[in-house]
């Protein structure tokens, strides 16, 4: 196999350097309004003699908003002296997605989720996902990557970890997870992981904890306070800040098998039966759908599949053919 041409990303920073920088990722990017320009992606990075790195992501998708805030806020007011080890943080993971408030980049329509491992001679998008892959991840010891559920979606607040093939990583990612502490806690199962960053990290044997936060296109209160307490459990339980991991009560939750997902399969108008947090029996009408180009048509309903807890549902009031509607998750006792 040919070796891969060098990325032309080139950072401000110097990682091996101890103090706090802040500083971009720099991404050349000619463009009308701009014939040398550039993508430039802000990160700062902290560090203080000998220890772990993490790696700290938001804005993955550009429409999620929990991950820019809360890293926003402790790249601004984490100091050196309470590191040991390194911090590398990037509140805006895909800059032109969270510019544009959108899931995928402006520029290119590219998903940066699932975009991995990355080109370094390919669009925009998959110059960033080589980056990640092939110079940030390797100098991480621990990862996390927050999202919630954009405009699209709502979730009740849990961190996440996967199924692994190896039961040693998968521990220590679950660890991990339990760590960040949120309210629920999910072993979870992806509809399209091939070319998630999720399975770059994991592919690269790291300890890898992802999130969904909430929804609908915004930020609470609520769910920044749980995105900043999690991410500070995150780094003591690395050992990169001391103190104790503030613990409150977490409900297991899993993510089995396909039976979990409901997916519409109309056009058309969304009523949902049941709401978040509620549990639900199989059989159960979960929404219905009504044509919305005509009136005294009868909805379609969709059932669940199986019993468990409401975890997720589609967030605008209007569905397409193909979308989730809701994802049903099993709690473990």
């Known amino acids: 196999m040919s070796e891969l041409p060098d990325n032309p990303i080139s950072a401000t920073v110097d990682f091996a350097r101890e103090g706090v920088q802040h500083g971009f990722l720099k991404l050349p990017y000619s463009r009308d309004d701009s014939a040398w320009g550039a993508v430039m992606i802000p990160l700062t990075v902290i560090q203080r003699g000998q220890g772990p790195t993490a790696l700290l992501t938001g804005g993955n998708h550009g429409d999620e908003y929990e991950g820019p805030v809360a890293l926003s806020k402790l790249a601004q007011g984490l100091t050196a002296g309470e590191v040991s ?7 805006f993971m895909n800059t032109p997605a969270f510019h544009a408030g959108r899931r995928t980049s402006p520029i290119d329509k590219g998903n940066l989720n699932r975009s991995f491992p990355g080109k370094p001679d390919g669009t925009v998008t998959e110059k960033i996902a080589d980056y990640f892959n092939r110079t940030l991840l390797p100098l991480a010891d621990i990862v996390l990557d927050i999202h919630s559920g954009g405009r699209t979606l709502d979730f009740l607040p849990f961190a996440a970890c996967h199924v692994l093939p190896d039961k040693h990583q998968q521990a220590r990612c679950e660890a991990g997870m339990r760590a960040f502490n949120a309210p629920y806690s999910m072993r979870m199962l992806e509809l399209d992981a091939g070319a998630m960053y999720d399975t770059a990290a994991e592919r690269q044997g790291k300890v890898f904890v ?19 307490r999690g991410v500070r459990n995150l780094l003591v339980h690395a050992g990169i800040l001391e103190g104790e991991v503030q613990t409150a009560a977490s409900i297991m939750l899993d993510m089995p098998d396909a039976d979990c997902f409901i997916a519409s399969e109309h056009d058309g108008l969304l009523e949902m039966c049941r709401d978040l947090g509620d549990n639900v029996s199989k059989g159960e009408v979960i929404a219905r759908v009504y044509d919305a180009t ?3 048509v009868a909805p379609v309903e969709y059932r669940a599949a199986r019993s468990g807890l409401l975890a997720a549902r589609h967030f605008p009031g209007l569905v397409q053919c193909g979308d989730t509607v809701a994802v049903i998750a099993e709690v473990l006792a």
């Open 294 to 296: 005509r009136s005294g």
């Open 85 to 91: 080890g390194r911090v590398i943080i990037v509140p």
């Open 210 to 228: 992802t999130t969904e936060l909430g929804g609908g296109g915004s930020s609470s209160a609520r769910s920044v306070a749980i995105a900043e």
